[in-house]
């Protein structure tokens, strides 16, 4: 089965900061990559799907890229409620695998 | 609006079984292929299982295939996982989710989730 990663774990920013997270598959996925934005207690809420479109409704400051093995999601001008763990998930074809996450929190 | 209401959850004790129900509603259920997800207590997302729109076509993690069933009635717009042979390690919120038509494995709409704890 096809692995996820995703780096870096977590990382620190502040208010206005651009943060990039990479996610990479061990395999070529093609675009079918998506990313969720998840807060505790909360459902997660798909930002991205086919790597780079951007979900109804989700702020343009985030936006995503990349194919095959590497991806990256961008948030742009972070604001506070952009404070979360995100997480990529492999898509196309079973098993519809999750990166481990990334935990963004307030430098 | 598109609902996802699961419903189900609760303790049981290690080799036990449960079911989960998913109820949705503000589409057409019978149309989208239907997914669980959970997240077990300081851990990340965990895809569980994925079900066609028809019922015909069924996928599993594999480390969960023989002990998780995922079934659904359309006529009832409702998703159903069975889970038996219950471990501490399967303690977890369990998420229903709907994909994008035509699906791909993508999950836009999500439920609050159902918990599940097994303990002794």
């Known amino acids: 089965d096809i692995q996820m990663t995703q780096s870096p774990s977590s990382l620190s920013a502040s208010v206005g900061d651009r943060v990039t997270v990479t996610c990479r598959a061990n395999?070529?996925?093609?675009?079918?990559l998506a990313w969720y934005q998840h807060k505790p207690g909360t459902a997660p809420k798909l930002l991205i799907y086919?790597?780079?479109a951007l979900q109804s409704g989700v702020p343009s400051r985030f936006s995503g890229s990349g194919s095959g093995t590497e991806f990256t999601l961008t948030i742009n001008n972070l604001q506070p409620e952009d404070f979360a763990v995100y997480y990529c998930q492999k898509c196309g074809s079973a098993p519809y695998t999750f990166g481990p996450g990334t935990k963004v929190d307030l430098k | 609006d598109v609902q996802l209401v699961e419903s189900g959850g609760g303790l049981v004790k290690p080799g036990g079984s449960l079911r989960l129900s998913c109820t949705g509603s503000g589409f057409t259920f019978s149309s989208y292929s239907m997914s669980w997800v959970r997240q077990a207590p300081q851990k990340g997302l965990e895809w569980v299982a994925s079900i066609s729109n028809t019922g015909s076509n069924i996928d599993y993690e594999d480390s969960l295939k023989g002990r998780f069933t995922v079934s659904r009635d359309n006529a009832r717009n409702t998703l159903y996982l069975e889970l038996k042979q219950l471990r501490v390690e399967d303690t977890a919120v369990y998420h229903c989710?709907?994909?994008?038509?035509?699906?791909?494995?993508?999950?836009?709409?999500w439920g609050q989730g159902t918990q599940v704890t097994v303990s002794s």
């Open positions: 086919g790597a780079s």
């Open positions: 395999q070529d996925i093609g675009f079918y």
């Open positions: 989710t709907r994909d994008f038509r035509p699906p791909r494995g993508y999950s836009p709409h």
